[in-house]
Structure formats: C-alpha cells, structure tokens
C-alpha cells in the first residue's frame, strides 16, 4: 500500500501508521499518485461504464458509448491533468454565421472553468475537459469528473447560446 501523504511505497495493509511519516493511513485516501495514473488503468475506468475502448498509438485512448459522448482521454503527466476531448458537430453556418458561432465559443470560453471550447478546422465543436490528478486520485473521482464535465457542458452550450449551433 502506498502512503498518500508522503509517497512511501510499501506501507503493509495492517499498519497503523506510515513506516516513513508516521501519519495513519486511515487518513489517507484510497487512491492512485499521479505516477500510477496510466491509459491502461483509465481504459479498464472506461469499460467499466459501458465504453468501447481503443487505444491510439499516441497513447490517447479513443472511447465511444451507446448514449454518452465520444471522448479521447490523454494523461498528461506533465500537466498534472487527464484530459477528456470530445467533439461536437455543428450546423453549417449561414453568410455570417461564423462570427454568431465565435462569439459563443468566446461566452462558453469565459462560463465554463472545467473545459475549454474550441470551433475546429471543420467547423465542429471540440471540447476539451480537464481533470487534476492531484496527489491521489481514485477512479469515483475520474468517474465523477466525467459526469460533472457533461452536466457542466449541457449547461454552458444552453448558457451561451452554442446549443442553437449544434447538429442533433
Ligand atoms: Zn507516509
């Protein structure tokens, strides 16, 4: 087991108290340190909640679900972060459509702090949704996230104004 407070790895499950901080492991979370954060792990999170799963040869794991979004999930280590992508199609937009379009990315932009909105080359919608990995992380945590990232989508693209550019 693994101590969340100081990182020491080989605290034995019945102990107290951390062999190296001495702090009770009863306070610490049940979790993964950034380091065991790994695509395979976040793949196994994915199917456990009815996702297919694929992994690209970037490391990005490309998931799709029955009633969820699509997403491409990426640990970035480096950032602290995973990262969950998912794309959104849009209506062709009319003469002047486009700048409508910017405007609301730029409100959804200026809502929304879990994700960031971005009209891409094809003129869709990609969404990017950041979750910390902190010191622990469990996978309620990812999977939790993950719906507090679409709930919070629903409500930005209403709030400012995308959803009336949205296809389906
Ligand atoms: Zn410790």
Request: net charge positive; charged share 20%; aromatic share 8%.
């Amino acid at each position: 087991m693994k101590c969340a407070h100081c990182g020491y790895a080989d605290v034995p499950a019945d102990a107290s108290s951390c062999p190296s901080c001495g702090r009770p492991p009863a306070l610490s979370r049940p979790g993964r340190s950034p380091a065991d954060v790994t695509p395979e792990w976040l793949a196994g999170l994915l199917k456990s909640i009815g996702y297919e799963v694929e992994s690209g040869s970037d490391g990005a794991i490309k998931a799709r679900h029955q009633t969820k979004p699509n997403i491409v999930v990426r640990v970035r280590k480096d950032l602290g972060l995973i990262t969950i992508g998912h794309f959104w199609g849009m209506k062709k937009p009319g003469f002047g459509g486009t700048g409508k379009i910017m405007e609301a990315v730029n409100r959804a932009n200026s809502i929304s702090w879990r994700s960031t909105f971005f009209s891409d080359k094809d003129g869709d919608l990609a969404v990017t949704s950041y979750i910390p990995l902190g010191t622990s992380i469990t996978g309620e945590d990812v999977l939790g996230f993950l719906d507090k990232a679409f709930e919070e989508f629903l409500v930005t693209v209403s709030a400012s104004g995308l959803s009336n550019f949205l296809r389906g």
